[in-house]
């Protein structure tokens, strides 16, 4: 896969021919500034065309502008069900973190590789694409199916639509493996996420006679407190799972803005907030009660002094919680490419595994190269060892696809 932007890629040289291949398509993918604010497209047209040129066709499926696109693309018979391979192109922002090289360009050092989305997770995509003159030596008995997609880092939303269209595909992957950071580590469980902002419209008064207006800073103070009062009743009465670093939901507040002036009583206030729950729970029923305590005891109190104060609650990014039993042929299928005997693993943070699994009943596992504690901070890396283990895990899963398909 060769492309000419004008600009040089560095390409650090690992001295082994397979080694080398690989970190030349890992700098080539770390190339692209695919950060979620800008287009993806160029990566998404060279991935296009590396499949191309082995014969491959891939499905493009783009947003509302036109400006991103999800890449689909089948390996193999197209009439039989087979093993997805899914990664997000986008990555995060570099703005304001200290970076010893350039986040864009793959440097190596240490047994370590480093660039922005060498872990999160160009890493796994350059895994595969490497992989793909060995899915074209010998037929697959049973299918590889590609899925990269769009703006997974700014809530799981470009996949979405590639979901939609995989619906309505007559024949759909039987397991799917999320190649998210995990260490090589077979995940089978991870928490859902809910965000939402609120706006409050309170009523602005002289700081002299506060009585006369509504102050829209001290009603959220108000209502962050009763969020906070909320989370507190998980660790009594909510569920607990061991198996997490974080052994239950958590509610956080982010960021808030309100006031104009120290003598000006604030007539509006923003902040917002997130739910990370459980995959056995719902955002919903957190909802409600943060809800509730809105209607019953902040709007009237609101009210009292002016009718026209309000308070909205605008979701924002959100997706299911991953909970793939133990025992699922797709954990007992990757557990025995990796020769790993151990209990699979739980995680708190998302992926786009369970709206796979929510929406289109494709069970799946997260399972890539990396750490996920190298990832979104300056000087980003993957370890070489585990890019290699990555690399070779594809393998076998592609000489067992050819040679027994998905029996194990």
């Known amino acids: 896969c060769v492309r000419g932007t004008g600009r040089p890629v560095s390409i650090p040289e690992a001295g082994d021919q397979a080694q080398d291949e690989l970190y030349q398509l890992l700098g080539e993918l770390i190339a692209f500034d695919t950060t979620s604010r800008n287009s993806n497209l160029d990566l998404i047209a060279w991935v296009k065309d590396c499949l191309a040129g082995f014969g491959i066709d891939s499905l493009l499926v783009h947003d509302e502008t036109g400006a991103k696109a999800n890449l689909y693309a089948t390996i193999g018979p197209e009439d039989k069900p087979g093993v997805m391979l899914s990664g997000h192109t986008d990555v995060v922002p570099v703005d304001g973190q200290d970076w010893s090289t350039d986040p864009f360009v793959l440097s190596r050092k240490d047994g370590a590789l480093f660039g922005r989305g060498t872990a999160d997770m160009k890493g796994f995509i350059a895994c595969v694409l490497a992989k793909v ?48 950071p995990t260490t090589m580590k077979v995940i089978n469980a991870h928490k859902g996420k809910q965000s939402w902002r609120v706006h409050i419209r309170g009523r602005a008064a002289h700081s002299a006679y506060p009585v006369e207006g509504v102050n829209a800073v001290e009603i959220a103070a108000d209502l962050i407190c009763h969020i906070r009062n909320v989370y507190k009743t998980v660790h009594e009465h909510g569920l607990i799972d ?23 009583v604030p007539d509006a206030c923003e902040f917002r907030f997130e739910l990370r729950h459980l995959p056995e729970e719902t955002a919903d029923s957190y909802f409600q009660q943060i809800a509730s305590y809105v209607d019953h005891e902040l709007l009237p109190r609101m009210h009292a002094v002016d009718p026209q104060t309000s308070i909205s609650i605008e979701p924002l990014a959100g997706y299911p919680g991953l909970n793939t039993p133990a ?30 699994g929510d929406q289109v009943k494709i069970p799946c596992v997260v399972c890539g190269p990396g750490s996920i504690l190298q990832a979104h901070r300056p000087d980003e890396y993957v370890e070489e060892a585990q890019l290699m283990q990555c690399w070779r895990f594809i393998g076998r899963l592609v000489s067992h696809l050819q040679s027994r398909g998905l029996q194990h």
């Open 133 to 180: 003159p060995q899915m074209m030596e010998k037929p697959l008995l049973a299918p590889v199916h590609l899925a990269f997609s769009y703006d997974e880092e700014i809530g799981c939303i470009g996949v979405r639509r590639l979901l939609d269209v995989l619906t309505q595909q007559p024949v759909k992957p039987a397991m799917g493996i999320i190649g998210e």
């Open 242 to 264: 061991d198996g997490y670093r974080v052994p239950h939901s958590t509610l956080h507040v982010g960021p808030i803005e309100g006031g104009r002036a120290l003598n000006i």
């Open 327 to 356: 025992d699922a042929p797709v954990v007992r299928f990757v557990q025995m490419l990796l020769e790993d005997n151990s209990n699979p693993e739980k995680i708190s943070f998302g992926s786009e595994a369970g709206l796979f």
